[in-house]
């Protein structure tokens, strides 16, 4: 049995691309500096214009969101997978790149690597584009769509470029599908089922038509800030009315430390406890129950008293309700001290990917030892929380991560200084 | 259209699929097998070549062809 039981889970390398930046490095700065990337959407298929409707003309969108400028998919990755891979798939590939290499996974056999991919529905805008591109035309549909609008065909080139066998597949669990990913890749480890497993918050390439059903059902903003989208993004803000979409995707590569001290690693943090559960719940709200459950769970598993804990990463999106019932969750479950921020201030909500994107900002704050601002925290709902509203030196030692999605799903991770 | 222009159009869309065919001699009597296209890459090209000709036949008759010289004259026959 590869491993032995009692050692402990690192993590033992991160990747992130996000529409503040590309790879760790430019991610944490970008970060610790405020920087956000917030304006109307302009990549194709992100707003939807009525037939000969000029710009912004009647029953055109403006959806606010953050999309990535640019980013550089590596060499390693063939130009035929380049060429038919959706955008999902071309950050998916960028993200792992970085995490295989920070955690030097060249050494590593590869029937021993697992991959979990979490996010479900992920390719929507490809999808909307490739719909409308051979709408009246269907019989020369390209071919490889039949494999392309699977989401799990990121599976396949992932696997196929870094030659992963152990275990590969996507895991859909809504707004928490990162963490969930993370999650599903420290039981795989935890197991014995692979050495190593890889999380991937898969990029949501939200089409119009998914942002105009987050708008309808009211959970995306901006109705207040529809003409500053810079001031639209505002977690844990009076005048917060729903989450501000953000491109980006995360990766982080969990294993014992028995498997990673045979190379030449830095881990990040080990992984201390974690806990999920579900509200039994179809809809959108959140559940004070359930985010205290998974809390506590955490907690526990980890054997930290909440007083032990001195940094929360919380879900915070800006939702009205939400914010609210989280903050309440905290408080109760004795964590009101710990200094807490909000990376989908600066980074915006990436749906599937942003339970990974930030527990990358989570370990890589407690790297730098110390904590990012939030943006646009003007008039703070509750005062009485340790928020890190500016920059602060803080070396982390225990963290939780809070990851929610639709449908009743709540997650946390404690992650803790080595 | 002639039989030039579609081999024209062939060879165009195996480079787009292919990568390294950039510079390449293209020859009637070479495969777009032996050239480095797998099965999808192979009707992808064909695909993309029957869109830019506005040809809407099955796939599957120009399966038939065992080179690019041979798929020009299926393609050529059915406009």
């Not at chain 1, 039994?280 to 008293?305: I, Y």
Request: aromatic share 6%; hydrophobic share 40%.
């Amino acid at each position: 049995m590869p491993g032995s039981e009692s050692s402990p889970i690192l993590v033992t390398g991160v990747g992130v691309t996000s529409a503040i930046g590309q790879g760790k490095a430019g991610f944490i700065e970008a970060l610790l500096n405020g920087h956000s990337n917030f304006a109307a959407m302009k990549r194709p298929g992100r707003q939807y214009r009525p037939e000969g409707a000029a710009e912004p003309g009647a029953g055109a969108t403006r959806f606010l969101g953050a999309e990535i400028p640019s980013f550089e998919v590596p060499d390693i990755v063939p130009r035929t997978v380049v060429r038919t891979a959706s955008l999902s798939g071309q950050v998916a590939l960028t993200t792992l790149h970085e995490a295989w290499n920070d955690a030097r996974l060249g050494d590593v056999d590869p029937a021993r690597v697992g991959l979990v991919v979490g996010g479900s529905n992920f390719q929507q805008r490809e999808l909307t584009l490739t719909h409308e591109t051979f709408r009246g035309r269907l019989p020369f549909l390209r071919p490889t769509y039949g494999l392309s609008f699977m989401d799990s065909d990121v599976c396949g080139m992932c696997t196929e470029v870094f030659g992963i066998r152990g275990l590969a597949y996507t895991l859909g669990g809504a707004s928490a599908s990162g963490q969930l990913a993370v999650i599903h890749a420290i039981q795989a480890v935890e197991s014995g089922q692979v050495d190593v497993c890889i999380a991937l918050g898969a990029l949501m390439d939200l089409s119009y038509w998914e942002c105009q059903g987050f708008r309808a059902i009211g959970a995306m903003g901006s109705d207040v800030f529809a003409n500053e989208p810079e001031r639209a993004c505002r977690p844990f803000d009076k005048r917060r009315d729903g989450f501000i979409f953000g491109e980006c995707s995360g990766a982080v590569v969990v294993e014992r430390a028995s498997t990673a001290s045979r190379r030449a690693t830095d881990p990040y943090a080990r992984v201390a406890g974690w806990g999920v559960q579900m509200d039994a719940n179809r809809n959108p709200n959140p559940s004070f129950d359930g985010e205290v459950s998974v809390l506590q769970k955490a907690l526990a598993k980890a054997g930290f008293a909440p007083e032990a804990i001195d940094y929360i990463n919380p879900h915070g999106t800006g939702s009205s309700l939400g914010d609210t019932t989280e903050l309440r969750a905290i408080e109760h479950c004795g964590l009101k001290h710990a200094y807490l921020n909000a990376t989908k201030s600066l980074v915006g909500h990436g749906l599937s990917a942003a339970g990974a994107v930030e527990m990358v900002a989570t370990l890589l704050q407690m790297r730098a030892r110390r904590l990012h601002p939030m943006r646009n925290f003007d008039e703070p709902m509750d005062d009485s929380f340790n928020w890190a509203r500016q920059p602060v030196d803080h070396a982390i030692q225990r963290a939780v991560k809070m990851s929610l999605g639709f449908s009743g799903i709540n997650t946390a991770v404690c992650v803790e200084r080595l | 259209m002639n039989s030039q222009d579609i081999f024209a159009i062939v060879t165009r869309h195996a480079q787009e699929v292919v990568p390294g065919l950039e510079n390449h001699q293209f020859r009637p009597t070479e495969s777009l097998k032996d050239l480095g296209a797998n099965s999808i890459d192979r009707s992808e090209i064909v695909m993309m070549t029957l869109d830019s000709l506005s040809l809407n036949i099955p796939l599957v008759e120009t399966v038939k062809a065992t080179n690019i010289g041979e798929l020009v004259n299926l393609l050529h026959a059915r406009l």
